[in-house]
């Protein structure tokens, strides 16, 4: 089956730096990546669209400097926090689509800023 | 905008009880639904995806249902075991062309022994 591997799963920054997520498609390519992102007790809610060769599309209220996100290849999407902040601290999920158009998910990522 | 809701927000049954979790979607335009089960801490595992041109899909012991004219979809679990303690969230498409989720706030089950 199609499987989505996301890394790291937990990451502890200090405030200011940045950290870069990676999700990658191991069996299949997947033109179109998705972020997402959720608060302890809330939906998930998607932060932006990965196109592979062109720019991400954000929702709005994501700012794009700050999550900056790059889908250089069918396999795989990169999503950096840039300066982060300890409001940044959060769990990241990232998605594909597959063939059979269903979705399929990465295992997170638990980002701690301090 | 398409708007899921799913309710309850927890629920807590004994073991090898058959339960029944629900999903309301406002846009009866909802092309796939799919549901996915998130330990804690963890990612998502896609469950059941219910297509547009389906009504239902089976699992072992899941199964969902897909109702557009009322806006509605089920998760039923059949004799529930400790392990289905998990929060289960329904999320759904809109339009053929669109690969976006819009997803409830989940439901925390747990299945006491």
């Known amino acids: 089956g199609a499987v989505v591997s996301q890394h790291p799963s937990r990451v502890i920054c200090k405030s200011g730096t940045s950290v870069k997520i990676e999700c990658r498609s191991l069996?299949?390519?997947?033109?179109?990546m998705f972020w997402y992102r959720q608060f302890p007790k809330k939906s998930l809610m998607l932060m932006a669209t990965?196109?592979?060769?062109?720019?991400?599309?954000?929702e709005q209220g994501v700012e794009k400097d700050k999550f900056l996100i790059n889908h250089a290849s069918l396999t795989l999407s990169t999503l950096t926090v840039t300066s982060a902040h300890p409001e940044d601290s959060s769990f990241y999920i990232c998605?594909?689509?597959?063939?059979?158009?269903?979705?399929?998910f990465g295992s997170g990522t638990r980002l701690t800023v301090v | 905008k398409q708007e899921v809701t799913q309710i309850p927000a927890a629920l807590s049954v004994p073991e090898g009880e058959n339960l029944v979790l629900n999903c309301s979607f406002t846009?009866?335009?909802?092309?796939?639904l799919q549901w996915f089960r998130q330990d804690p801490g963890k990612g998502l595992t896609s469950l059941l995806l219910?297509?547009?041109?389906?009504r239902e899909q089976t699992s072992g012991r899941l199964n969902a249902s897909l109702d557009k004219s009322s806006g509605r979809s089920t998760l039923y679990i059949a004799a529930s075991q400790p392990g289905d303690s998990a929060t289960y969230l329904c999320?759904?498409?809109?339009?053929?062309?669109?690969?976006?989720?819009?997803f409830g706030k989940g439901t925390k089950l747990s299945v006491i022994p």
């Open positions: 998605s594909a689509s597959g063939h059979n158009y269903g979705y399929t």
């Open positions: 069996d299949f390519q997947a033109t179109t």
């Open positions: 990965s196109n592979e060769g062109s720019k991400a599309t954000y």
């Open positions: 846009d009866s335009a909802i092309y796939n």
């Open positions: 219910i297509q547009s041109s389906q």
């Open positions: 999320a759904g498409s809109s339009g053929a062309g669109s690969y976006q989720l819009t």
